[in-house]
């Protein structure tokens, strides 16, 4: 006798509850009336990778817990205005990066090093312009809590990968 299919909406309760990383995969299969085996194999190989936003949501709100409304009020509109000017210039970034990988396989031509260089100033001065110099405090790098370290490349190294990278298209 084969198993009864899960309903989709509650493997994804079971994969959002598993990624927030707050209870296990027991406590899961109970909250869900489900067997461990199935949500060990609806999570097998995901990640917890909600965690620490769950971690700094907490930490966020006990700060503002000690604080009056007026004050709560003016924090939240204040993280609402920086959040959408970030996630704007991401936005941004992500577009410049497409058009050139868009011009690439359409037209076949190759976007130099100054073309890339220039773009990219123009939206780091807005960014730095709209959102402030503040902006170096936001972690904008974070992968499940842990600081990224981009690589930083000279001009030359720059040069030399683009060299590269336009050899090869």
Known sequence: MAAKALAKSVVDDILL??????????????????????????????????????????????????????????????????SKRLNFFRGANMLVARTVVSKVQTDGTNASYQDLNAAATALGRAQESVVGKLQKNFDTNTVQGEQRHLPVCSPEQLRAINSMLESQC
Do not use: F, P
């Open 17 to 82: 509850e598993w990624r927030l990383g707050q209870l296990s995969q027991q406590k899961i299969a109970q909250m869900k009336d489900v067997s461990k085996g199935v949500v060990n194999k609806i999570c097998k190989g995901v990640a917890q990778d909600l965690a620490s936003n769950v971690t700094a949501g907490v930490q966020y709100q006990q700060a503002l817990s000690q604080h009056d409304d007026r004050i709560v009020n003016a924090v939240s509109k204040t993280v609402d205005e920086i």
